[in-house]
């Protein structure tokens, strides 16, 4: 199929689309004919980005408040969107959070809060779309890693455990899906100019002092969305930061200083 007309009329349901990288997704597919279907916590953000997909699209557009970590409201919402849209084709696990801290300073509660909204939730909505797309023969699954969960850096650790869980789940998530037809592709971007870093980063500082290597929130949806049900595996931005992290492998002790006195920026 060509690439234009993939995604005429299919389900997309992308997590965390209030703003930021989520948001641009969602346009990004529906520029691409889908019915783009986003959630998030606030509910009148998520209606104005319903609206632009619709205008976008010419597809019907859904959107629906949803706390990922409330597994009983994800069932809830995974059914409503299968009454009013159909059954989900494309998953963008998109939800997530960062904080910039040293390891030791940082709370116990925020550790617990990160991994909830970052890896348990991503883990409960990739199995409950993935049994309806089993049962419907092929589908998509794409998780919203990052760089930090390949080449983790200083004051960064719980968040880089969690993008290291986040890849290490769908790698095996992919062997295990392939044979029923399901598509898994793990997205590892470095920083991209979004509120993300407003709670990340308490001081502003660290885009400023990143300069060119801040990625375009909408340069990245629409390569997320050119992903959209084909068979790609990861998909790493900007390839300089890809190539430093293939470095990294081949020389773990110079990474690690190069890291330490180079390149931590935050």
Request: glycine share 8%; net charge positive; proline share 3%.
């Amino acid at each position: 199929m060509e690439r234009a007309d993939r995604l005429k009329g299919k389900v997309v349901l992308i997590t965390g689309a209030t703003g930021g990288l989520g948001e641009q997704i969602a346009y990004a597919a529906a520029k691409r004919g889908a019915r783009v279907v986003v959630t998030g916590r606030r509910l009148d953000r998520l209606q104005e980005v319903r609206r632009r997909c619709q205008e976008l699209s010419g597809e019907l557009s859904l959107a629906y408040q949803l706390d990922v970590t409330d597994f009983a409201q994800v069932k809830e919402v995974l059914e409503q969107v299968r009454r009013e849209a159909g059954p989900v084709q494309v998953l963008v696990n998109n939800a997530g959070f960062g904080l910039f801290a040293e390891a030791l300073e940082t709370d116990q509660a925020i550790t617990e809060e990160m991994f909830k909204v970052n890896v348990l939730s991503l883990i409960n909505l990739s199995r409950e779309v993935a049994r309806e797309m089993q049962q419907a023969g092929g589908g998509h699954i794409i998780n919203i890693a990052s760089q930090a969960g390949k080449t983790a850096t200083p004051k960064s650790a719980v968040y880089a455990a969690t993008k290291f869980a986040v890849r290490g789940y769908s790698n095996a998530l992919r062997l295990e899906l392939y044979p029923h037809g399901i598509a898994v592709t793990t997205v590892n971007p470095g920083p991209i100019r979004t509120d993300f870093f407003s709670k990340a980063d308490a001081d502003g500082s660290y885009l400023a002092k990143l300069g060119r290597w801040v990625l375009d929130p909408v340069r990245v949806a629409e390569k997320i969305a050119d992903c959209m049900l084909t068979g790609r595996r990861e998909l790493n931005l900007p390839k300089a930061m890809e190539l430093a992290y293939r470095f990294y492998v081949l020389f773990p002790r110079l990474g690690d200083f190069l890291t330490r006195k180079l390149f931590n920026w935050k």
